[in-house]
């Protein structure tokens, strides 16, 4: 079972281990590692504990936890750790909150992200689903609080969204751990990259904006190959991120591969701490 | 026993010592470190300075005006000027004197010190901007250019100030926008785009401040003559002396019909119940509190719909994009909006 | 390698920074446009509106209730009431149950144990009588009441009505600098200080919730109603007939826990124009819909995350303030114990305080937990009077069952009306206890702040007694 499990993973997580580790994520017993996002007051904790079973504080209060909450499961033959991040409407890097999260998941790389999403507040929330999909593809829209919506009488199709957005969608009544199996067998399908997602990628409204984003993801393609955001790491550049500006210097966003992971996560102490 | 009116007297006493000593800014121990402060380097960085702007602006730097401008005697100037030959920062010729271009160089980058600090005050604190000015000139000689590379690096590299100024970069190159106008020199019933603001003197500033103008506000020009400047700003007409409406700047805008420029109204002006669509966030709202906004998705072109007002009138709720978000009046009086018919 | 790639990084930094010129002022605002144009398309794609509004909102009408300038704040005060009487009603007989049990029966039990053994005199006095008897007596005056405050308190907050409360006073709380949510988190200082402070992270705006964290010792909290409630009704109820006496003294406490919510007001809008003139300030509140709570869940949920978090902080401290305190009591130098020594010391300081030696070593004992000033105070002042018959030893705190008993012991203490209104008013305004200073040290992360939120309201206390002592005296020598 345990050789089993090793050889499994040999090939399959993308996260990186030791990058996870100084981010204080400690993965010697797991497999995949699943970060969980959403707006504030989606019901985000409710499908933490109804994913790890964990009964932790779902108040109703925009942004609740602040502290990160940290939880495995297991399905199918692997073993998930999924750790809940702070609830933010963006990823913009305004507030505390939002670095935490926006870190964690340009740098932890998990192998899935969940972006919990209210269903009665679709527009809203999409907004942030857009923000995580433009820095990794490997995401699942977990379409919460569908009583609420069948109450107010929204219809939500959610093959649509699905196709839309390039990336799987769940509808799920977490407080009734309504869809859960659905949940988790698209994670997995993620996490074993069973399923290939075609993010949707945002569309500049402002054409000098589009230009400029246009000519410096180019020259990053040119110099960085491998990176899988080019366009999100030019839209930071452009705004002057001093941080992405260092993560690139160092290295860190570099490549996805395994490999040069000591002088990498020495890097990454300096984000793991703040 | 002791007389207790005898210990209320010496407690009374002490207490008031200790607001002469320490009233932030006006302390009497205050006072004294700032003059403490007031450095030969600090003399020699404001001469250049003021020479430098004396430049820019083709006025004649002397003695004088520099004594004026810093407030010092003219012969402690005479000295700082002698200095400055020394430092080879300045050139002397007769009467006047002109910037070599080290002196150029390095004037350039106590400003860049000045102005990044003063974006910074603006964007990552909550001082008063009326403040700013006066908080960046104590700072701009104390920052090394480790800090100053620092700060501009932690800002995301800003190109202006919060006046609408140009920030030198490191290099000391420094990009002026183009063709500027004061406020007066504009014909009448133009419209145009308020770019700068000039925040010395600091009395007349705060008096721009008051008025509620700001950079990105844009005015329509009424009347000209020696006494007054009358012009519209956003719905509101208001009057400056032509001394105050001189240290304003803006770049005149396409002649459109006025209707599709003049901002809507403030969103706190909307009765409960209704509907508006954003029209534009006043610069007003900046730094932080202004990307808290986006993010909550108030942006031009939003259906904002006013929900309800609380128990205590103040923070009126609305739902944006489908959440109640409340603000409280000071907010929504800077975001501006138009209601559909 | 990374030395390889610092050219082409150079030249997309150098890229990015030229275009900055051409787009930098609204950049952020050309951004969130974008994403947001998207996502409404996206969502109005996939979703499917009702043809028209419903006629009927659970949402809205409630909240035209809750939010309506008739019935928002006499609903705040009825709800607020009640959730005071079910934790103090609620709280009464768990609490001397647990008293019973910890301190009338464990103690003797233990001491007898211990002398079943043979342990030594000193280590039975350290580890019983000093380390047990505090964190018995902590756990027996704090545990009831919280394990009922915070749980009815989520209870609210679950459902959604408390973002409600913040909205209706963010009015009155603007005024002074701070924000409407501090109205939460200083509610919940009445339950727990160390709570209250943890409650401020609700409050994103850093200005707004570094002055809720300063200001939260302000809220009279559990551990120091015992104080007021036992004084008040010594002193002030004494002054007035017998069947008056209940009322007057507990409008006396009332009186000290409203002083208390004006000294936040008062010091959060001095914070805000002095120290805290340079902190951001933004502000926004969401008002979240209603949703029914989960009661057994919550019940759990808060007991774990709130009540034995803070009751673990508390006995973490009590322990060697326990130690601390039998210690200076027992340890003899030169004739007196450490305490007596430093009773003497600060004799006069208390006395211009109109307060006394005894009062300020207890304070001083007491500062890893509130609850412990009383008892302290008593065992004290049996220890430097010389009184006979009352208490357990040296070192050993114990409360007497009779007012009438309390009362000549304090007289014996040498205390008058003074000392009594000086020590309600220093029992409000002093530093918090350690649990709450560590609290606000974690929450903060910042040595700086931590020190203000601890030594300025010492100073306060100090002021106001002090004032209050030499007016009262003045008065006195004039009548």
Known sequence: MTTNTKEACETCPIHDAAAL????????????????????????????????????????????????????????????????????????????????ARDFILFGQPDVTIVVVDATRLERNLNLV??????????????????EAERHGIEIDDRRLARDLGVPVVPMIARQSDGVPELLQAVSEVANNKTLSKPYRVKYTSPELKRAVEKVSKEIEAAYPELPNAHWVAVRLLDGDERIVEALRKGELGDLKHGDLEQRSANLQVFGNQ | MYNPLFALLIAVLLTALGILLFTPERGAFWKWQRTRQLTERVLREDALKHIYHCENHNEIASIDSLAGAISISTNQAAEVIESLQELELLKAEGARFRLLATGREYALQVIRAHRLYER????????????????????????????????????????????????????????????????????????????????????????????????????????????????????NERILAPIFAANIAVIPISEEPVEEILPGYPLSEVPIGTEAEVVALSARIRGVERRRLMDLGILPGTNIEVEM????????????????????????????????? | M??????????????????????????????TESIYTDAAQIADRATTRPEEKPRFDFDRTLDKIITSK????????????????????????????????????????LKGLAASIGMPWWLDGFLIDGMYMATAWVISVMLPPMAIFFPLFTLLEDFGYLPRVAFNLDNLFRKSGAHGKQALSMTMGFGCNAAGVVATRIIDSPRERLIAILTNNFALCNGRWPTQILIASLFIGALVP??????????????????????????????????????????????????????????????????????????????????????SANVIIAGTSIAGHLINFLEPFGLLLGLNGVILVAFIVAIPANEIVIPTIMMLTVLVSGVTGVG??????????????????????????????????????????????????????????????????????FAVTFVVAQVWRLIESLL
């Open chain 1, 21 to 100: 580790k100084k981010l204080g994520v400690d993965m010697a017993e797991f497999d995949y590692v699943v970060a969980l996002a959403g707006n504030p007051n989606t019901g985000k904790s409710t499908v933490f504990n109804a994913l790890t079973g964990l009964r932790q504080h779902t108040g109703n209060w925009p942004g609740k936890t602040v502290t990160r909450a940290e939880g495995g499961f297991e399905y199918g033959e692997h073993k998930y750790k999924l750790v809940d991040l702070p609830g933010t409407y963006s990823l913009l890097a305004t507030s505390l909150d939002e670095e935490v």
């Open chain 1, 130 to 147: 857009l923000q995580v999909m433009e820095i990794t593809s490997r995401v699942v829209v977990a379409l919460n609080l569908m009583d």
């Open chain 2, 120 to 235: 910074y005050l603006a964007d990552e604190t909550g001082y008063d901007e009326v403040d700013w000015h006066q908080k960046a000139h104590q700072q701009e000689h104390n920052l090394s250019p480790e800090d100053i590379a620092t700060l501009s690096a932690r800002l995301g590299h800003p190109t202006h100030d919060p006046h609408g100024d140009p920030i030198p970069m490191s290099d000391g190159t420094i990009i002026y926008p183009e063709e500027r106008i004061a406020l007066a020199d504009l014909a009448p019933d133009t419209i145009a785009r308020i770019v700068h603001l000039e925040d010395e003197p600091e009395s007349i500033y705060a008096q721009l401040v008051a008025e509620g103008l700001h950079i990105g506000q844009e005015v329509r020009l009424l009347e000209t003559s020696p006494k007054r400047i009358r012009f519209l700003a956003g719905e």
């Open chain 2, 309 to 341: 007002s609380s128990a205590s009138g103040d923070p009126v709720a609305y739902r944006v994009r489908g959440a109640v978000i409340a603000l409280r009046k000071s907010q929504a009086a800077h975001i501006n909006v138009s209601t559909k018919a």
């Open chain 3, 2 to 31: 990374t030395i390889e790639k610092t050219n082409p990084l150079d030249n997309i930094l150098s890229t990015a920074q030229s275009l900055r010129w051409e787009i930098d002022v609204d950049f952020h605002e050309k951004l």
């Open chain 3, 70 to 109: 008739t019935w928002g704040f006499p609903l705040m005060l009825v709800l607020l009431m009640i959730v005071f009487w079910l934790t103090i009603s609620g709280a009464n007989v768990p609490s001397s149950m647990l008293a019973t049990l910890l301190l009338d029966t464990g103690h003797p039990f």
């Open chain 3, 242 to 327: 017998a069947q008056l006496a209940g009322f007057v003294s507990a409008l006396a406490v009332v009186g000290i826990a409203l002083l208390g919510i004006f000294l936040t007001f008062l010091s959060s809008r001095f914070l805000s124009k002095t120290v805290l003139k340079g902190e951001v300030s933004t502000f926004s509140l969401e008002l979240p819909p209603y949703r029914p709570p989960r009661i057994w869940q919550t019940i759990y949920t808060s007991i774990i995350d709130r009540t034995l978090v803070v009751l673990w902080r508390a006995i973490v401290f009590a322990l060697p303030a326990g130690a601390v305190l039998w210690l």
């Open chain 3, 392 to 461: 357990e030893g040296a070192g050993v705190m114990f409360e007497l069952e009779s007012g009438m008993e309390t009362m000549a012991l304090f007289q014996a203490g040498g205390w008058t009306l003074l000392t009594a209104v000086n020590l309600m008013l220093f029992s409000l305004i002093h530093n918090p206890c350690s649990t709450t200073i560590y609290t606000i040290y974690k929450e903060t992360g910042s040595k700086k702040w931590t020190w203000i939120a601890s030594l300025a309201p010492v100073i306060m206390g």
